[in-house]
């Protein structure tokens, strides 16, 4: 089983690659157009280095981003899980953050921070979009610890601190490993966002590259930063996934049963 959930994925991928190069060149169909795997590939060969460049660009930010995101939202979860009148003052616009399109807001924020600190918007327009599934899933994790261990706790005399480190974080352990998953593509995207609103404000981004690429008509090379970012946004995922399993498997029973 766990053989064909590779298998049958990749042979299908395979697939729909054959039949779309096929199609391509059955109706000659122009390169500018609707280029063909065999042109991407030739495209990201040709480009490389740049792709490689420009993707570091991106990424670096993308995971300062979702580092800060990790470390405020926990922060700010263990404050409304330790304060009922701080998650009610708060909890609302950090749920006006999360609603409002950054799409809308990447602009103003460009402004704002201005063109000469481009990468400071970048990185808090990435920030803003991975910070809130920190935030909500680290404070039902922490809100969800038993009730009667709480009390137990408290009857053996622990402190609110030991309470919070001994049986609370623990708890919310697989929620923010969840809720990271989640976050560490949410910052990807917050990046390119950015850089597209950006426009020629930064030359050093995956997401400028896309931009350049389609303007030139180079659409083989778009395609290719296209894919590269989707095989990045991947990467980050399984990566996240991996570091869910190593801290979840020994003990918590979602972990256990992916492994059985």
Known sequence: MSALRT????ALGIAVLALWEFLVRHYNVPVYLLPGPAAIAQAFADDFATLMAALWGTLSIAILAFLLAVASGVAMAILFSQSRIVELALYPY????????VIAIAPLIVIWIGYDHIGRALLLLAWIVAFFPILSNTTLGLKSADRDLIDLFRLYGASRWQIL???QLP?????????MK???GLALIGVIVAEFAAGTGTDSGIGWTIIESGN?????????AL???SLTGVAIFFALSALEWALLHRWHESAVKRQA
Do not use: D, N, Y
């Open 7 to 10: 298998v049958v994925p990749l």
């Open 94 to 101: 950090a749920v006006i953050l999360q609603v409002t399109p």
């Open 171 to 179: 708890g919310a352990l697989p929620h923010l490993l969840a809720a």
């Open 227 to 229: 894919a590269l970012l």
């Open 182 to 184: 989640i976050s560490g």
């Open 216 to 224: 030139r008509l180079h659409i083989a090379t778009m395609f290719a």
């Open 165 to 167: 480190t001994r049986l």
